[in-house]
């Protein structure tokens, strides 16, 4: 019996400290990442303001467990995708994305930039943020996102990049 109440008090004690030590870390988490690409930001909006665009240039918009709904709505593998369009600039795009079993939404906004040189430079810059539930094991594991959403990140911008940037 004394052994089953040690277990059980240590089960509790260890639940407690994880749990404290997890809600030292924050409760949003922001990955961002950013890339510089020689075209005006007209021509850029074909492939960002809707889902057929990013089918060009993300990796895994054209698998078989991808399907779009419409131009705005879709569901890659068990991920549902939902893009709005901010109505004060359309030069920002937000969207939704939200997976009902693992229980997590992300927000995501894909920014068009103009710079003002001489060569039409635009930056585009993709943040995704997530708010996070108190429990230790969303707060430990959000410690990975960034190296696991921001290498996605990068490499699709990367897409985009040489994709844009070979058109005529």
């Not at 639940?15 to 021509?43: C, E, H, Q, Y």
């Not at 890659?76 to 997590?104: C, D, F, M, R």
């Amino acid at each position: 019996m004394k052994l089953i109440k040690l277990a059980v008090i240590s089960v509790v004690i260890l639940f407690l400290l994880a749990t404290s030590m997890g809600l030292l870390f924050p409760g949003t988490v922001v990955v961002s990442r950013a890339v510089d690409i020689t075209a005006n930001k007209d021509s850029l909006l074909p492939y960002v303001q809707n889902l057929y665009g990013w089918q060009k240039w993300i990796v895994g918009m054209n698998t078989a467990n991808t399907t779009l709904q419409s131009a705005y709505t879709g569901t890659l593998g068990k991920t549902q995708v939902h893009i709005t369009e901010s109505p004060a600039n359309k030069y920002v795009v937000t969207s939704v994305w939200n997976n009902q079993e693992q229980g997590w939404q992300q927000n995501g906004t894909l920014s068009l930039i103009q710079q003002d040189t001489a060569q039409a430079t635009t930056v585009v810059h993709w943040q995704f943020v997530q708010q996070l539930h108190w429990y230790p094991w969303e707060r430990f594991g959000s410690m990975m996102n960034d190296k696991i959403l921001g290498t996605m990140m990068e490499q699709n911008l990367h897409n985009l990049k040489k994709m844009v940037e070979q058109l005529p």
